[in-house]
């Protein structure tokens, strides 16, 4: 089974960067996916972006082009670059893995995404202040 762990969150500025980071651990099947999800005090958890075993990635239409998803260079990690950091990117940020279909639905919100469903790491926070 394969465990996740972020890190990179942290407290910054408005207009600040920030680079969050996922360690996949385990056995996790070469076809899987990787994204990341976020949930912002009293809403709802929403889809950032995912990462395809080949690279493809799929963003939520719903997030600024200020994300940017890629692969780390150890094996089996991911990271998002944020840019511009803005108040409203305050959040806890998740790692996911999982079939990539699965992942996709869920990043882009054909598929309500749910902590208690599939596999996630602990979460990494962001907070940001104006």
């Known amino acids: 089974e394969v465990q996740l762990m972020e890190s990179g969150g942290g407290s910054v500025q408005a207009g600040g960067s920030l680079r969050l980071s996922c360690v996949a651990s385990?056995?996790?099947?070469?076809?899987?996916?990787m994204a990341w999800f976020r949930q912002a005090p009293g809403k709802e958890l929403e889809g950032v972006a995912a990462?395809?075993?080949?690279?493809?990635?799929t963003y939520n239409k719903e997030m600024p082009d200020r994300f940017t998803i890629s692969r780390g260079d150890a094996e089996n990690t991911m990271v998002v670059q944020i840019n511009s950091l803005q108040p409203e990117d305050a959040a806890m940020y998740y790692c996911a893995a999982g079939v990539a279909g699965m992942i996709r639905s869920r990043v882009t919100g054909w598929a309500p995404p749910s902590l208690s469903k599939g596999c996630w790491g602990q979460g990494t926070e962001v907070t940001v202040s104006s």
């Open positions: 385990g056995y996790m099947d070469s076809r899987y996916s």
């Open positions: 990462i395809d075993s080949d690279g493809s990635t």
